[in-house]
C-alpha cells in the first residue's frame, strides 16, 4: 500500500447528466472560481493529483464521486510492482493530461481555518503533500515552492518569530500601561482581583467580587446610619451615604476594567434607571480572560466573601431596623437623620425670612403655636428663631428625649411615613415637613384680626 498514485477525472459524470448540472457544486465543495471550475469541468480528462499515497487517492477518489464525477486512481510507473488491484483498473489514459493540476487552479485558502489552498479541505489533500503559505500551490512534500520558489521551512519560522515578537510586545505595553496606573503587576498564576476593602480606583474586579462588594456598600451605609440614629450625631448618616456612594462607583469601575472598558463609564451609574441597569448587568457580563491594561486575568473565585458580605448586611441590617424601630424617639431620630444634607426639603432660607420680618406686621398674642423639634436641627432652631423674633411664644416638644411627645406627634401626623422635622400647629392646623415661615404667616392672626 505505499505505491503512488495520480488521480484523474474523465470528464464525464457518473450518471451521464451534462457536467453544467454540477458545476455549482464543485465550485462550492472545492471553493473554485467560475473560470477555475469551467477548465476543470471541460469535457476532457483532467490530473488533479499527480503523486500521492494509496490513503490519500482513496479520499480524494471518494470525493470526487461524491460529487458525481467519474475519477480513477492510476499507479504511477515507479510504484507499479506495489500497484493494490483495486485501485488500478484499466482505463484510457487523458488524451492530453492538463499541466494545471486542480490545486493549481483553486486560489488560496484563508490560512488557519483547517482548509488547503485551492479549496480542498485538509482531510482531502493526501498526507504527503504540502500547501505553499504564500501563492497556495499544492504539491508534494519539499523545501521550495514550484510555482513561487518560496523556501517554505523558513517563512513558516520566519512567520513564527513574528507572531512571537507581537506578543512579546503586546505583553510589554501591558505591563507599561500597568504600570502607570499603578496596577500591581502579576506575581503568579491567577489574578487575584483587587482588594475588597479599598477605595483604590486600580485593579479589576470579576462578578463574584463585584457581588460581594456591592453588598459591603450596603454595610458601610447601614452601619453609619444607625451610629447616627444611637448617638444623635445626625452628619453620620450623611458620612455614611456619601462612602457608600463612592465605594459604589469604586465596583463599578473595576468590574468595567475587567471587561476591558474605562472605569470612567461608572459615572452613568448616576444616570436613574439607566445606571441601574448597568449595574445589574454587570453582574453577569465575563471580563476577559487574558491580562489587560488594568490588571492581571480574574481568577473567578470568592464565593466564600461573597457569603459572609451577604451574612455582613443581613446582621449589619437587622442591628440598624432594630435600633430605628426600639422608640418613637428613635424613629424620630432617624427621620431627621435621612433629611439633613443638600437637597432635602428643608428651611425656606433667608430670603423669606426676610420677607415676613416687616416691622408693621404684628401678630395677635393669641395665637396657639406647638412645634416639635430634635436636638441638633437647624431648620427647627431657625424656626424656633423666627418666632421669637415675631413677639411669637409657641410651646416646644423636644421628641428625641420626651416619649410622649414623640407619640403626641405620631398621633397628630398619622401613618408610618417619614416626618421632616420641624412639625408646627398652628391655631389647630398642623402644618407638616418643616413649612417655610409663609405658610406659618398664612395661619397666624394678625393684631389688627
Known amino acids: 500500500m505505499s505505491g503512488k498514485y495520480q488521480v484523474i477525472i474523465s470528464g464525464r459524470t457518473l450518471n451521464g447528466a451534462p457536467l453544467s448540472g454540477i458545476k455549482a457544486e464543485v465550485a462550492q465543495a472545492f471553493r473554485l472560481r467560475d473560470d477555475q471550475v469551467e477548465r476543470m469541468l471541460s469535457g476532457k480528462p483532467q490530473v488533479v493529483s499527480r503523486s500521492t ?8 477518489l471518494a470525493r470526487l464521486r461524491g460529487l458525481g464525477l467519474e475519477a480513477r486512481a492510476e499507479l504511477l510507473a515507479e ?43 485538509a482531510d482531502a489533500l493526501p498526507v504527503d503533500e504540502v500547501v505553499c503559505p504564500k501563492c497556495g500551490e499544492a504539491q508534494p512534500k519539499r523545501t521550495l515552492c514550484r510555482a513561487c520558489g518560496l523556501d517554505m ?16 510586545a503586546r505583553a510589554a505595553e501591558l505591563a507599561a500601561r500597568r504600570a502607570g496606573s499603578g496596577t500591581a503587576p502579576r506575581t503568579g498564576g491567577g489574578g487575584g482581583g483587587a482588594a475588597l476593602l479599598s477605595f ?54 473595576l468590574r468595567l476594567h475587567d471587561t476591558g472598558r474605562t472605569g470612567w463609564l461608572a459615572l452613568v451609574a448616576i444616570v436613574p434607571l ?8 454587570l453582574l453577569f457580563i465575563g471580563g476577559e480572560e487574558e491580562d489587560n491594561e488594568y490588571g492581571p486575568a480574574i481568577a473567578e473565585a470568592g464565593a466564600g466573601r461573597a457569603l459572609l458580605s451577604l451574612a455582613a448586611m443581613v446582621v449589619v441590617s437587622a442591628v440598624t431596623y432594630g435600633a430605628v424601630t426600639e422608640s418613637p424617639e428613635r424613629m424620630m ?40 423639634v430634635i436636638a441638633g436641627c437647624t431648620d427647627c ?19 428625641d428625649s420626651d416619649r410622649q411627645a414623640a407619640e403626641r406627634l405620631q398621633s397628630i401626623i ?32 394678625l393684631a389688627s384680626d
Not at 510492482?81 to 485501485?87: F, I, K, R, T, V
Request: proline share 5%.
Open 274 to 281: 439607566i445606571g441601574a441597569l448597568m449595574m445589574l448587568a
Open 381 to 399: 432652631d431657625a424656626m424656633q428663631a423666627w418666632l421669637e423674633d415675631n413677639g411669637l411664644y409657641a410651646t416646644v416638644y423636644h421628641v
Open 414 to 445: 398619622g401613618g408610618n411615613a417619614r416626618i421632616q422635622l420641624p412639625v408646627l400647629e398652628v391655631n389647630g392646623k398642623v402644618l407638616p415637613g418643616n413649612p417655610d415661615v409663609g405658610d406659618v404667616h398664612d395661619h397666624l392672626r
Open 333 to 372: 431620630s432617624f427621620a431627621q437623620a435621612m433629611g439633613v444634607g443638600p437637597g432635602a426639603p428643608g428651611f425656606a432660607g433667608d430670603a423669606d425670612e426676610e420677607a415676613y420680618m416687616d416691622e408693621s406686621v404684628q401678630y395677635a398674642r393669641n395665637n396657639r403655636i406647638d412645634i416639635y
Open 200 to 253: 483604590s480606583f486600580a485593579g479589576r474586579f470579576g462578578r463574584l467580587d463585584y457581588f460581594s462588594a456591592s453588598l459591603l456598600s450596603s454595610v458601610i451605609a447601614f452601619a453609619l446610619i444607625w451610629l447616627a440614629v444611637v448617638t444623635g450625631v445626625n452628619g453620620l448618616a450623611g458620612l455614611g451615604m456619601l462612602l457608600s456612594f463612592i465605594y459604589a462607583l469604586r465596583c463599578v469601575a
Open 79 to 121: 510504484s507499479r510492482n506495489e500497484a493494490p488491484a483495486e485501485l488500478t483498473p484499466k482505463a484510457e489514459s487523458p488524451s492530453s493530461p492538463a499541466s494545471d493540476e486542480l490545486f493549481a487552479l483553486a486560489g488560496p485558502a484563508p490560512a488557519g481555518h483547517g482548509a488547503a489552498a485551492g479549496g480542498i479541505a
Open 153 to 168: 521551512p523558513r517563512y513558516l519560522a520566519s512567520q513564527e518569530a513574528l507572531q512571537r515578537e507581537e506578543r512579546e
Open 53 to 60: 499515497s494509496a490513503e490519500g487517492a482513496e479520499r480524494l
